[in-house]
């Protein structure tokens, strides 16, 4: 724990003072990004379940907070409440048909749904079709704090990720947490043990909706833009490339899986479509070599869990 | 003009045909998903980019050396497949004791790469590849006209599948590899060379896919994208029908593609997300899949 205490204070010492010599446009976009990683961290490194279509929450609590906030006029907490509610919605429809399948057709299915959704999306009238939601009013946080100040934008945004991270983090550790990893485990003796192991797994999958879900809505009020490339099964492959690259199952992991994967595409971005190709390098070079990712390999290295 | 349900029978037996068509596509490539998935527990992520690739090298021999269709229908599986077989033997192979998540996770990788690779090369417009002279024009059936090029596209794909289906269930091979899937250990002691089996399984499942993207080269644009969208609906193709069995994948691919044409005609609004609206009712009724046995 000590160590984990340790590296909590370097984290927030690190976006305290990073805006300081870093964009802290690019500072928020690297917190939504490790928000939504944790969120489907939580599923994957400790409940073992992998989603491969975990944009769907990005995306949709994205168009509904943008949505809300432009059109029906939303005060910009309310608008991020909402939107969240949508993935938390969503992930329990999903969820109740995805966890009928075990494994690699987890996958499949969830992949599968979003793909639907990507579709409806791009028919709808009220998302804008490829053009997205444009210009989202940010609006004052609880009518007091106008967040057109990329100030109290960045400290709005850095509380929402440390309440999402420290909530994670309790997760990881209460009983519920423990069960998941022993679920994660060994099924079949959890199952022998007791537990209801489907319902376990059904509510890490609705957690896990919803925190992806409040990135995404806090997302589209920083960049005042809800997408269609939040939504497409690329968005769900970054997560999963950020959590292998940093760590699955670890806590930091997600978090600095973020910060290189998003500074790496800031610094490609002009080099186009090689930085898919850069990507899916990095998948290679992780599932072949580096299994443990950055910070599974810092912890493997003191011997603690990080 | 004759009407059915107030279509006119053009449009709808025009539908009807396109469906089959990309009914064809399902079929061989969810088989190649399925006989891959059945030994090497891996669900092949690259499937769409080898479909991919299939399309570009016919695309690539008949620009660069001038070799035509008939021989890339040839070549292109094979060039293709050797590549498979290299994959096998350097990547996945490092990874059957590990989680099958793993799998996934590394042909998800290897299809960016290769997709971005062609990306930077052809940008994302389509190039044209002709149609072979012998098979161009179209039949007046009477109630529609059938160009001969997609009557070939059905036939060689309802060939080739039922050729797999054969081999795999009729013949010794395929009760050797039907022995491996279930148990690879007892196999092995048995005397038959496993690992081989293994990479010339991917071989053969990549080399359907490279195949299946020659026959679609003359009708969809040669494109890099033309693999990843088709590859999440084949997923869906899968999930439907379970992958525990051969004829259960070509049947669900056939039926889902003709479905798929339907709806163009009734409801086009639903067209791209019908697949997968019926994999929602299917798991909700049939978990395990039309054809699939729960494990």
């Known amino acids: 724990m000590r160590h984990q205490k340790i590296a909590f204070v370097l984290m927030v010492a690190f976006f305290a003072l990073a805006p300081l010599v870093l964009y802290p446009v690019f500072l928020m976009k690297v917190m939504c990004f490790a928000l939504f990683a944790c969120a489907f961290n939580l599923l994957i490194g400790f409940g073992g379940l992998l989603s491969f279509g975990h944009a769907m929450f990005l995306g949709t609590a994205g168009y509904a907070t943008a949505h809300a906030a432009k059109v029906w006029g939303f005060p910009t907490e309310l608008a991020i409440l909402f939107g969240t509610f949508c993935s938390f919605l969503l992930g329990i429809v999903t969820g109740a048909l995805a966890i009928r399948r075990q494994g690699i057709y987890f996958a499949m299915i969830t992949l599968a749904l979003a793909q639907m959704l990507f579709f409806f999306y791009l028919q709808a009238p009220f998302t804008g079709g490829e053009d997205g939601i444009q210009a989202v009013p940010r609006g004052r946080l609880f009518g007091l704090l106008d967040l057109g100040n990329i100030w109290n934008m960045y400290l709005t945004v850095a509380l929402v990720f440390l309440g999402g991270f420290l909530l994670v983090f309790r997760i990881i550790y209460s009983p519920f947490g423990h069960v998941l990893q022993a679920i994660r485990e060994n099924e079949p003796r959890a199952i022998s043990l007791g537990y209801n192991t489907t319902m376990y797994k059904f509510l890490a999958y609705v957690i896990s909706a919803t925190l992806a879900g409040l990135a995404g809505a806090t997302k589209a009020i920083v960049f005042q833009l809800a997408s269609l490339t939040d939504v497409h099964w690329t968005m769900s492959g970054e997560v999963v490339l950020i959590t292998l690259l940093g760590g699955m199952g670890t806590v930091f992991g997600p978090v600095v899986g973020a910060l290189v994967i998003i500074t790496m595409e800031n610094y490609l971005a002009q080099l186009g479509a090689w930085v898919t190709v850069v990507q899916g390098a990095i998948f290679v070079l992780c599932v072949l070599t580096f299994r443990r990712g950055i910070v599974g390999e810092i912890a493997n290295l003191i011997r603690k869990p990080l | ?295």
Not at chain 2, 264 to 283: G, R
């Open chain 2, 1 to 295: 003009m004759t009407e059915i349900f107030g279509i006119p029978t053009q449009a709808l037996f025009g539908q009807l045909l396109i469906g089959l068509i990309n009914g064809s596509f399902y079929a061989l490539l969810s088989l190649g998903l399925a006989v891959i998935f059945g030994l090497l527990n891996i669900i092949n992520f690259t499937h769409g980019a080898q479909y991919m690739l299939g399309a570009f090298c016919a695309y690539l021999l008949l620009n660069k050396l001038g070799v035509g269709y008939w021989w890339s229908l040839a070549a292109a599986p094979l060039i293709v497949g050797a590549l498979g077989v290299a994959i096998e033997r350097l990547m996945l192979k490092q990874l059957y004791k590990l989680d099958h998540l793993y799998g996934l996770l590394l042909t998800f990788g290897l299809a960016l790469i290769i997709q971005g690779v062609f990306r930077n090369e052809y940008g994302s417009s389509g190039q044209p590849y002709p149609i072979p002279q012998e098979l161009t024009g179209s039949r007046n059936l009477g109630f529609m006209f059938l160009p001969i090029y997609r009557a070939w596209v059905i036939v060689v794909s309802l060939v080739v599948c039922l050729g797999t289906w054969f081999v795999i269930e009729k013949t010794k091979l395929g009760a050797y590899l039907r022995a491996a899937t279930e148990n690879p250990q007892l196999v092995q002691a048995f005397g038959i060379n496993v690992p081989l089996m293994i990479t010339l399984t991917y071989g053969f499942g990549v080399a359907l896919a490279a195949f299946a993207g020659v026959m679609a080269a003359p009708i969809y644009q040669v494109s890099p994208q033309m693999g990843s969208d088709l590859i999440i609906v084949v997923f869906a193709v899968v999930v439907i029908g379970g992958m525990g069995s051969i004829m259960g994948s070509i049947l669900t691919g056939f039926g889902l593609g003709v479905i798929e044409g339907l709806t163009k005609v009734f409801y086009p609004e639903a067209s791209n997300t019908v697949i997968f609206i019926i994999m929602v009712l299917v798991l909700l009724v049939r978990p395990a899949g039309l054809f699939g046995a729960q494990k």
